[in-house]
């Protein structure tokens, strides 16, 4: 069975930076994409940015020139960089791998 657990949220100003975690287990990791998604209070839950097995990318428009995904297959990881930080960045953010896998979320709070 595959399982997500997410790290690295947090509080921080406006114009701040965070670096969110995902560690893998249950699968073969360098096979599979991987994503990071967010839900705000009261919104629907919106990709942010996913990379592929081979680490082709996309982004958010919203975010894309302040976020970067990466991941590393060694360790079963992706990250998400997160620079210049917004307060309409604030919300849960998931990572999400194979297109059905999700994990626990973690809170990222900007405040202006």
């Known amino acids: 069975q595959v399982q997500l657990v997410e790290s690295g949220g947090g509080s921080v100003q406006a114009g701040g930076s965070l670096r969110l975690s995902c560690a893998a287990s249950?699968?073969?990791?360098?096979?599979?994409?991987m994503g990071w998604y967010r839900q705000a209070p009261g919104k629907q839950r919106e990709l942010v940015a996913d990379i592929t097995p081979i680490g082709g990318t996309r982004y958010a428009d919203s975010v894309k020139g302040r976020f970067t995904i990466s991941r590393e297959n060694g360790k079963n990881t992706v990250d998400l960089q997160m620079n210049s930080l917004k307060a309409e960045d604030t919300g849960v953010y998931y990572c999400?791998?194979?297109?059905?896998?999700w994990g626990q979320g973690t809170q990222v709070t900007v405040s202006s």
């Open positions: 999400k791998a194979q297109g059905i896998y």
């Open positions: 249950g699968t073969i990791f360098g096979l599979i994409g």
